[in-house]
Protein backbone atom coordinates (compact mmCIF):
# COMPACT_ATOMS: atom_id res chain seq x y z
CA UNK A 1 0.00 0.00 0.00
CA UNK A 2 1.08 3.14 -0.81
CA UNK A 3 2.26 6.00 1.53
CA UNK A 4 -0.81 8.45 2.22
CA UNK A 5 0.16 11.97 2.48
CA UNK A 6 -0.81 13.12 6.06
CA UNK A 7 -4.48 12.98 6.89
CA UNK A 8 -7.02 12.46 9.81
CA UNK A 9 -7.45 8.54 9.86
CA UNK A 10 -10.55 8.72 11.80
CA UNK A 11 -12.68 11.00 8.45
CA UNK A 12 -13.23 9.23 4.92
CA UNK A 13 -13.03 12.71 3.96
CA UNK A 14 -9.57 13.38 4.54
CA UNK A 15 -8.65 9.65 3.62
CA UNK A 16 -9.87 10.01 0.41
CA UNK A 17 -8.43 13.56 0.05
CA UNK A 18 -4.89 11.92 0.96
CA UNK A 19 -5.85 9.35 -1.55
CA UNK A 20 -6.43 11.84 -4.22
CA UNK A 21 -3.08 14.13 -3.81
CA UNK A 22 -0.53 11.18 -3.26
CA UNK A 23 0.54 10.85 -6.58
CA UNK A 24 1.48 14.46 -6.77
CA UNK A 25 2.62 14.81 -3.56
CA UNK A 26 6.04 14.12 -3.35
CA UNK A 27 6.20 16.90 -6.00
CA UNK A 28 4.44 19.47 -4.46
CA UNK A 29 6.38 18.55 -0.96
CA UNK A 30 9.95 18.82 -2.57
CA UNK A 31 8.31 22.20 -4.36
CA UNK A 32 7.59 23.80 -0.88
CA UNK A 33 10.65 22.84 0.65
CA UNK A 34 12.45 24.42 -2.74
CA UNK A 35 10.50 28.15 -1.81
CA UNK A 36 11.33 27.86 1.95
CA UNK A 37 14.88 27.15 1.17
CA UNK A 38 15.01 30.68 -1.23
CA UNK A 39 13.42 32.44 1.73
CA UNK A 40 16.30 34.15 3.29
CA UNK A 41 13.80 35.35 6.09
CA UNK A 42 11.67 32.29 6.58
CA UNK A 43 7.98 31.97 5.77
CA UNK A 44 5.04 31.46 7.44
CA UNK A 45 2.43 29.32 6.06
CA UNK A 46 -0.08 32.15 4.88
CA UNK A 47 3.03 33.59 2.67
CA UNK A 48 3.93 29.98 1.46
CA UNK A 49 0.50 29.41 0.22
CA UNK A 50 0.31 32.94 -1.52
CA UNK A 51 4.03 32.19 -2.93
CA UNK A 52 2.86 28.75 -4.39
CA UNK A 53 -0.80 29.68 -5.28
CA UNK A 54 -1.59 27.16 -3.09
CA UNK A 55 -4.88 25.97 -0.91
CA UNK A 56 -3.70 25.25 2.97
CA UNK A 57 -5.21 22.30 2.34
CA UNK A 58 -2.76 21.08 0.09
CA UNK A 59 -0.06 23.26 1.40
CA UNK A 60 0.05 22.70 4.91
CA UNK A 61 0.06 18.44 4.84
CA UNK A 62 3.10 19.30 2.52
CA UNK A 63 4.71 21.44 5.75
CA UNK A 64 3.98 19.25 7.95
CA UNK A 65 6.08 16.23 6.26
CA UNK A 66 8.45 18.49 5.91
CA UNK A 67 8.90 19.46 9.69
CA UNK A 68 8.41 15.68 10.26
CA UNK A 69 11.08 14.58 7.93
CA UNK A 70 13.28 17.42 9.89
CA UNK A 71 14.06 18.83 6.69
CA UNK A 72 12.26 22.75 8.22
CA UNK A 73 11.61 23.63 11.80
CA UNK A 74 9.67 26.19 13.39
CA UNK A 75 12.94 29.50 13.71
CA UNK A 76 11.00 30.96 17.00
CA UNK A 77 10.56 33.86 14.97
CA UNK A 78 6.56 34.91 15.15
CA UNK A 79 5.59 37.00 12.11
CA UNK A 80 1.85 39.04 12.01
CA UNK A 81 -1.21 37.72 9.11
CA UNK A 82 -3.15 39.96 7.78
CA UNK A 83 -5.18 39.63 10.73
CA UNK A 84 -2.59 40.80 13.19
CA UNK A 85 -2.52 37.20 14.67
CA UNK A 86 1.03 35.76 14.95
CA UNK A 87 2.34 32.94 13.20
CA UNK A 88 5.28 30.27 12.79
CA UNK A 89 8.30 31.41 10.36
CA UNK A 90 9.43 27.92 9.26
CA UNK A 91 13.17 28.16 8.06
CA UNK A 92 15.00 25.09 6.42
CA UNK A 93 17.54 22.88 8.50
CA UNK A 94 21.00 21.59 7.27
CA UNK A 95 19.27 18.63 6.69
CA UNK A 96 16.49 20.59 4.58
CA UNK A 97 19.26 22.50 2.60
CA UNK A 98 21.42 19.10 1.71
CA UNK A 99 18.41 17.48 0.15
CA UNK A 100 18.00 20.54 -1.94
CA UNK A 101 21.54 21.85 -2.91
CA UNK A 102 21.58 18.91 -5.66
CA UNK A 103 18.78 20.33 -7.05
CA UNK A 104 18.84 23.83 -6.91
CA UNK A 105 22.26 23.36 -8.17
CA UNK A 106 20.54 21.68 -11.22
CA UNK A 107 18.37 23.83 -11.94
CA UNK A 108 20.73 26.61 -11.81
CA UNK A 109 23.06 24.77 -14.56
CA UNK A 110 19.68 24.08 -16.77
CA UNK A 111 19.21 27.92 -16.99
CA UNK A 112 22.86 28.67 -18.06
Sequence with gaps: MTKLPPHQRHSDTSVAAAKAV?????KQTMSVLEV????KQ??????????????GDSYRPCRVELT????????????????KRKAVVWR??????NVMSPQLTLNFEEQL
Design 92 to 97: VTDVGR
Design 42 to 55: GMTDLEGQEHMQMS
Design 22 to 26: APKFG
Design 36 to 39: ITKA
Design 68 to 83: KKGYIEDSMERRLTKS
